[in-house]
């Protein structure tokens, strides 16, 4: 993830925590800016 420093792993467990909602774009998944920026706060 750029600019974040966030691991691969550190998103999947948010996102299986409830944490992060994906948004997923064909095969990939993205995750909203806002959401992650107020994970980190």
């Given at each position: 993830?750029?600019?974040?420093?966030?691991?691969?792993?550190?998103?999947?467990?948010?996102?299986?925590?409830?944490?992060?909602?994906?948004?997923?774009?064909?095969?990939?998944?993205?995750?909203?800016?806002a959401?992650?920026?107020?994970?980190?706060?």
């Amino acid at each position: 993830m750029t600019g974040f420093n966030v691991s691969h792993t550190t998103l999947w467990k948010w996102q299986k925590s409830g944490y992060l909602v994906p948004v997923k774009v064909g095969k990939r998944v993205y995750y909203r800016r806002a959401d992650i920026e107020s994970l980190i706060k």
